[in-house]
T-cell receptor
């Protein structure tokens, strides 16, 4: 069956450093992958989408890479700030239809001032 | 422009009761979906719709019904609530299935 793995342990980093979060998947090749941010008690908010034919995508301080050979996406936040503290989710379009998303469990990031 | 609106925000039910979670969007999105989020499980797709009159099952559809009579609304019905349905429920919509816009969630407890 399809599986997405994100580091379930919290990631603590110092303000100003680059945070790197990992999303690994198995058993199929998604057409695209997305990253979302979720704050406590709120719904996820879309951040970035990267397609299978794209290696890297950037948006302001955010960067996403997509390695279809390794079946892995890396999500980077450069010059991190305490306001970046949240849970970050990766999501893949499912193998049985691009509308059937599969979400990872998320990685909680805490940026220390 | 309100985005995706979910009601209620909190609900407590007794086992066997039925209820409807409401979801409305004002962005003219064709795609709408329902997820449940449980600790350690991530978001799991319950049902989704790609347009009025069209619905399909997701990963965990049992115990839930949906219908889509208008583009704007996509209610989720619990037919006979069970404690296993205690969860946080999110509705999401998008233009073409990408870039999901989520509501603020409904926290449901079934006693």
């Amino acid at each position: 069956s399809q599986k997405i793995e994100q580091n379930s342990e919290a990631l603590n980093i110092q303000e100003g450093k680059t945070a790197t979060l990992t999303c690994n998947y198995t058993n199929y090749s998604p057409a695209y992958l997305q990253w979302y941010r979720q704050d406590p008690g709120r719904g996820p908010v879309f951040l970035l989408l990267i397609r299978e034919n794209e290696k890297e995508k950037r948006k302001e301080r955010l960067k996403v890479t997509f390695d279809t050979t390794l079946k892995q996406s890396l999500f980077h936040i450069t010059a991190s700030q305490p306001a970046d503290s949240a849970t970050y989710l990766c999501a893949l379009a499912g193998p049985s239809g691009t509308y059937k998303y599969i979400f990872g469990t998320g990685t909680r990031l805490k940026v220390l001032a | 422009n309100a985005g995706v609106t979910q009601t209620p925000k909190f609900q407590v039910l007794k086992t066997g009761q039925s209820m409807t979670l409401q979801c409305a969007q004002d962005m003219n999105h064709e795609y709408m979906s329902w997820y449940r989020q449980d600790p350690g499980m991530g978001l799991r797709l319950i049902h989704y719709s790609v347009g009025a009159g069209i619905t399909d099952q997701g990963e965990v559809p049992n115990g839930y019904n949906v219908s889509r009579s208008t583009t704007e609304d996509f209610p989720l019905r619990l037919l006979s609530a069970a404690p296993s349905q205690t969860s946080v429920y999110f509705c999401a919509s998008s233009y073409e299935g990408e870039k999901l816009f989520f509501g603020s969630g409904t926290q449901l407890s079934v006693l």
